[in-house]
């Protein structure tokens, strides 16, 4: 059978407010991302995620959403996203949204009827509870972004929960009203053609009904940020998320044009393959896999991931693997320009849909936020540790001009001041860039079936060299990553013949004179290879 084209694809995660500002206010929009849909697809992606594009007040920036079936003034109007869509089909992109269902924003409709009197019929709409005896919250659940997990409301003499911001109060999802208004919600976009959500922390959407207190978490210490003084054993990932999964991905197979369910999930693997769920009642396509996100960035560490991932699929479960994102430190500040370049090639060789971040195909890194610059709430409740997801979500540095072609105004948040270098204009003219090696990574993979649906198999890490074989329909590729940034050599397997070199990290180190000993091949230091059997 033909794979499904989420199989094959390779999606592309936009953060709206900072990839391309068309009026000049300093905030990207839908209009600026049209206009840069061609350098998308060019660069070989199949598919875009966009965050939130909805009406919000932004105290979470978007991640708030006012009203679930409409676009913020802010980044547009509906009929800017139809064109975005349509620009997008055009050139043969998918298009997927945000859904964040868990909870809405303080001043969703929604939320204005529920919290306006006990009686309201939309009272259960959100999740409200008396106080614990002594006046205090009804139990220890602790946000994500810090405090407490419930804010009190003086007026109707309740608490509320709330998973993240007060400003984002938790949705009820015990209650059928609001599961067919979020329902409604979803059909209203794919009525207009998306192919596709990813779907906001989907484990966090319901929560024991008796609302026990969470566990001490053992391994707490200072500066983990506060969440983790408990561990989230009642509050997420209960047995009847699944039906809330099952539901949505019923209504998305409900659609032709095979739409695709992303969730966003930060569980171990165990708990992770639950949400694909089964023949009888499938749930998301894709839950995110973040390991690469959070691993130790070595040979041996990230081999163990990887088999063990590919091991614990469920019957016709498919991979994915995220590199970076919105909230996360990205991958070259994490581990450095060179190495980046070798996560690059690991992301688009692995077995399974790959997510790149915005910024990430030119090598971006994060930028440090002076403290009077910080817009992140999260950065705001627990400042100095680390958390702020700011300096992740910086313009997109499009060229070496004052606002990095990406304003012609203030931008909203600074630019990376290396952008005079690093920059996409620049970068796409130099074919030892980082830009160049993620195309050349891509027109491989599209290339060639075994990269993109081909079996994963001999995957070892010794030595600081990662190292795994791809195969499909009698092509097999070894793929070998110096993790080290000293020179190194692997063993190229006895079933291997003489290969040929399709792709390096480091080509200006291969003069072709290098001491190969017979199997035994070298790597340059922070050198990746992609190399084709026979
Ligand atoms: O993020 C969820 C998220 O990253 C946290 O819950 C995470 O699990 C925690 O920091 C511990 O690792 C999503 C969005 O991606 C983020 O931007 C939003 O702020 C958040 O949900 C609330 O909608």
Known sequence: MDPHWWQSATIYQIYPRSFQDSDGNGIGDLAGITARLDYVAALGIDAIWISPIYPSPMADFGYDVADYCDVDPRFGTLADFDALLARAH??????????????????????????????DPQRSWYIW???????????????????????????????????????????????????????????????????????????????????????????????MGEMHKVLQLHSTDQPEVHGIAAEMRAIADGYAGDRVLIGE???????????????????????????????????????????????????????????????????????????????????????????????????????????????????????????????????????????????????WLPINPDHAIRNVAAQSDDAASMLSLTRNLLVLRRRHAALRVGLIREIVGEDDVLRFEREHGGERFVIALNLSDEERRFTLPDHVELPQLLLSTVPEWRTGGEDCDGRTLPLAPNEGIILLDG
């Not at 709330?162 to 059909?187: C, K, S, T």
């Open 265 to 411: 999930i930060y569980l171990p693997v165990p708990e992770l393959m639950t949400y694909y769920g089964s023949d009888t009642a499938p749930e998301v396509h894709l839950p995110f896999n973040f390991q690469l996100i959070e691993a130790r960035w070595d040979a041996a560490t990230l081999a163990g991931i990887i088999a063990a991932y590919e091991a614990a699929l469920p019957p016709g479960g498919w991979p994915n693997w995220v590199l970076g994102n919105h909230d996360r430190q990205r991958i070259a500040s994490r581990i450095g320009q060179r190495q980046a370049r070798v996560a690059a090639m690991l992301l688009l060789t692995l077995r399974g849909t790959p997510t790149l971040y915005y910024g990430d195909e030119i090598g971006l890194a994060d930028v440090a936020i002076p403290a009077i610059q910080v817009q992140d709430p999260r950065e705001l409740r627990e400042p100095g540790i680390g958390l702020g997801r700011d300096p992740v979500r910086t313009p997109m540095p499009w060229d070496g001009s004052v606002g990095a072609g990406f304003t012609t105004g203030t931008p």
């Open 129 to 223: 509870r008396d106080p614990a005896p002594d006046g205090g919250p009804p139990n220890n659940w602790i946000s994500d972004f810090g405090g407490p997990a419930w804010a009190w409301d003086a007026a109707t003499g309740q608490y509320y929960a709330h998973a993240f911001l007060p400003e984002q109060p938790d949705l009820n999802w015990r209650e059928p009203g609001l599961r067919r208004a979020m329902y409604d919600a979803m059909r209203f976009w794919f009525d207009r053609g998306i192919d596709g959500f990813r779907i906001d922390v989907l484990w966090h959407m319901i929560k024991a009904a008796d609302f026990p207190d969470n566990p001490p978490n053992p391994d707490y210490r200072e500066g």
């Open 90 to 119: 055009d050139l043969g992109l998918r298009v997927l949204l945000d859904l964040v269902p868990n909870h809405s924003s303080d001043r969703h409709p929604w939320f204005a009827a529920s919290r306006s009197s006990r009686a």
